[in-house]
């Protein structure tokens, strides 16, 4: 009976040795995954990160919007139509000088001197605007 119960004990001493060495096992792979999926969550943290600064740094910056006004006050600012007015105010020099040269020469066809330097000075505007739409 002394025999039987002490061959039962070393039964059940070999069984729960293997369980343990299974566990063991378990635990080392799940450790080994959950270091894995940590250093996963912390480059993903990193990339949302840079993102959200990155869309921070991509924002249009406009500059020479009254501040105070409510242009200025509403979060849908109509771009196009703001560098267009900020152009057509910057374009009124474009203007006088076609009209000068026109009272210069009356009757000529200015043509293409004319329209060159139209854009000449259309374009001298927008590279002065510290914005593009």
Same mark, same amino acid.
């Given at each position: 009976?002394?025999?039987?119960?002490?061959?039962?004990?070393?039964?059940?001493?070999?069984?729960?040795?293997?369980?343990?060495?299974?566990?063991?096992?378990?635990?080392?792979?799940?450790?080994?995954?959950?270091?894995?999926?940590?250093?996963?969550?912390?480059?993903? *943290?990193?990339? #949302?990160?840079?993102? $959200?600064? +990155?869309?921070?740094?991509?924002?249009?910056?406009?500059? @020479?919007?009254?501040? /105070?006004?409510?242009?200025?006050?509403?979060?849908?600012?109509?771009?196009?139509?703001?560098?267009?007015?900020?152009? *057509?105010?910057? #374009?009124?020099?474009? $203007?006088? +000088?076609?009209?000068?040269?026109?009272?210069?020469?009356? @009757?000529?066809?200015? /043509?293409?001197?004319?329209?060159?330097?139209?854009?000449?000075?259309?374009?001298?505007?927008?590279?002065?605007?510290?914005?593009?739409?």
């Amino acid at each position: 009976m002394l025999r039987t119960d002490l061959c039962k004990v070393a039964e059940m001493s070999v069984e729960m040795e293997s369980q343990v060495i299974e566990m063991r096992e378990d635990v080392s792979w799940r450790k080994a995954k959950v270091a894995g999926l940590e250093a996963r969550l912390s480059k993903t *943290e990193g990339r #949302l990160d840079d993102a $959200e600064g +990155r869309s921070h740094r991509c924002n249009l910056r406009l500059v @020479g919007n009254p501040e /105070g006004t409510k242009e200025a006050a509403l979060p849908n600012v109509n771009l196009k139509f703001f560098a267009v007015e900020r152009l *057509e105010q910057e #374009l009124g020099e474009v $203007e006088e +000088r076609l009209a000068e040269l026109q009272r210069q020469a009356p @009757g000529q066809q200015l /043509g293409d001197a004319l329209l060159v330097e139209a854009h000449r000075k259309v374009a001298a505007v927008w590279d002065r605007l510290d914005y593009h739409v």
